[in-house]
């Protein structure tokens, strides 16, 4: 009986062990050319049993036709869908394994599902619409049917042409009306220079939250407002500073949201009412590193021990499956410079050197 229960427990043993000696994964990059179409050049790292193997160049897209914004991995936050379609920040869709350029068109993800993403737009010139892309038949449609509703929520949206913002609510057959007129004025000094609507999130169809950044933009607000009452209650607020990248956030719960701004992430729990900034971020794939760093650096953990402090910045950390790179930053005073990648090594716990040109966008992990 002994026997067998030990020979079973060795065949478990050999097979993850197996498995794991066969750990392909793949770092991608985005590097930039210099030039006047800024010509982006995706790059795969690729990592076997979390040691570099060397690196490929996917594919180069273009960032700039006639003057303006085309495909730009570098702006907003980017999803990486089935393990090869990456859509950029603005809705630009790129199949990473084909490696061609699926949609160059601009539309706001709102989820992708059951082989599809679904887009919303809403465009002074095109007007407001939803839109879907079929990674199977690799079709984009506008949605035509008016009943066709694929997230919670009204008719709400930001009136940006004075300031502070209002937010208006167009009830179906009836006039507008004006839930708030002191909406903040959204964020600003991000990279392009725009200032993007601030963050919405609907609780249900009749109550939602958002960002109220105020002028100097030194402090945040997160308002929740019932669209019937147009009551708001303040839910908490906290001290910020200009930032580069559009703040994002995502659900965690049915009760809580995780918010990225900067090298900030607040946790706002709306059943208790509470905003709370974080010390370290929320694991992912059991890595966390302190959302602030002091002079020495930035520290990492993995499964809550310790594991490195370096300088890099949050927005150029990636974690995958037992491993994790970022970005490392050498500083001079005020100023800094990037120093290659810096990769977790899981086999021998230690963070090994990976020589990188200059860094654009850090796009994730992707399976080989």
């Given at each position: 009986?002994?026997?067998?229960?030990?020979?079973?427990?060795?065949?478990?043993?050999?097979?993850?062990?197996?498995?794991?000696?066969?750990?392909?994964?793949?770092?991608?990059?985005?590097?930039?050319?210099?030039?006047?179409?800024?010509?982006?050049?995706?790059?795969?790292?690729?990592?076997?049993?979390?040691?570099?193997?060397?690196?490929?160049?996917?594919?180069?897209?273009?960032?700039?036709?006639?003057?303006?914004?085309?495909?730009?991995?570098?702006?907003?936050?980017?999803?990486?869908?089935?393990?090869?379609?990456?859509?950029?920040?603005?809705?630009?869709?790129?199949?990473?394994?084909?490696?061609?350029?699926?949609?160059?068109?601009?539309?706001?993800?709102?989820?992708?599902?059951?082989?599809?993403?679904?887009?919303?737009?809403?465009?002074?010139?095109?007007?407001?619409?939803?839109?879907?892309?079929?990674?199977?038949?690799?079709?984009?449609?506008?949605?035509?049917?008016?009943?066709?509703?694929?997230?919670?929520?009204?008719?709400?949206?930001?009136?940006?042409?004075?300031?502070?913002?209002?937010?208006?609510?167009?009830?179906?057959?009836?006039?507008?009306?004006?839930?708030?007129?002191?909406?903040?004025?959204?964020?600003?000094?991000?990279?392009?220079?725009?200032?993007?609507?601030?963050?919405?999130?609907?609780?249900?169809?009749?109550?939602?939250?958002?960002?109220?950044?105020?002028?100097?933009?030194?402090?945040?607000?997160?308002?929740?407002?019932?669209?019937?009452?147009?009551?708001?209650?303040?839910?908490?607020?906290?001290?910020?500073?200009?930032?580069?990248?559009?703040?994002?956030?995502?659900?965690?719960?049915?009760?809580?949201?995780?918010?990225?701004?900067?090298?900030?992430?607040?946790?706002?729990?709306?059943?208790?009412?509470?905003?709370?900034?974080?010390?370290?971020?929320?694991?992912?794939?059991?890595?966390?590193?302190?959302?602030?760093?002091?002079?020495?650096?930035?520290?990492?953990?993995?499964?809550?021990?310790?594991?490195?402090?370096?300088?890099?910045?949050?927005?150029?950390?990636?974690?995958?499956?037992?491993?994790?790179?970022?970005?490392?930053?050498l500083m001079i005073g005020t100023d800094s410079y990037q120093?290659?990648?810096?990769?977790?090594?899981?086999?021998?716990?230690?963070?090994?050197?990976?020589?990188?040109?200059?860094?654009?966008?850090?796009?994730?992990?992707?399976?080989?």
């Open positions: 009986m002994k026997k067998n229960w030990l020979t079973g427990f060795l065949i478990v043993v050999f097979a993850l062990s197996g498995f794991s000696q066969n750990d392909k994964q793949s770092l991608y990059l985005v590097h930039v050319e210099s030039g006047k179409n800024f010509r982006q050049k995706i790059y795969a790292y690729h990592f076997l049993n979390g040691s570099f193997t060397g690196r490929d160049e996917v594919m180069i897209v273009e960032g700039k036709r006639e003057g303006k914004d085309y495909i730009r991995t570098d702006l907003g936050t980017s999803t990486v869908y089935d393990n090869r379609y990456l859509i950029t920040g603005i809705g630009n869709i790129i199949d990473l394994k084909e490696k061609k350029v699926l949609f160059d068109g601009r539309a706001g993800l709102l989820r992708c599902s059951n082989d599809s993403a679904i887009f919303y737009t809403n465009d002074v010139f095109r007007g407001k619409f939803y839109s879907v892309y079929d990674f199977k038949n690799k079709q984009y449609k506008q949605v035509k049917d008016l009943l066709f509703k694929p997230k919670l929520g009204r008719d709400v949206e930001y009136d940006k042409t004075t300031t502070p913002f209002k937010i208006l609510y167009y009830p179906q057959g009836k006039p507008k009306i004006v839930l708030t007129d002191n909406a903040g004025y959204g964020q600003q000094g991000t990279k392009d220079n725009s200032v993007p609507d601030p963050l919405m999130f609907w609780l249900d169809n009749d109550n939602f939250v958002y960002t109220n950044f105020n002028k100097e933009n030194t402090e945040l607000s997160i308002i929740k407002i019932n669209v019937d009452t147009k009551a708001a209650t303040e839910i908490g607020r906290l001290s910020i500073s200009k930032e580069l990248v559009p703040a994002s956030w995502a659900k965690v719960t049915k009760d809580q949201l995780l918010m990225r701004l900067g090298n900030r992430q607040i946790l706002i729990d709306l059943a208790a009412n509470t905003v709370t900034l974080l010390e370290f971020s929320r694991p992912d794939q059991g890595f966390s590193y302190a959302c602030k760093s002091d002079p020495k650096g930035r520290a990492l953990k993995l499964n809550g021990k310790d594991v490195g402090k370096f300088h890099f910045e949050a927005k150029n950390f990636a974690a995958g499956t037992n491993i994790a790179a970022f970005v490392k930053e120093q290659g990648l810096m990769a977790w090594n899981n086999t021998k716990q230690t963070w090994e050197p990976v020589e990188a040109d200059e860094v654009l966008t850090v796009i994730g992990w992707l399976k080989d």
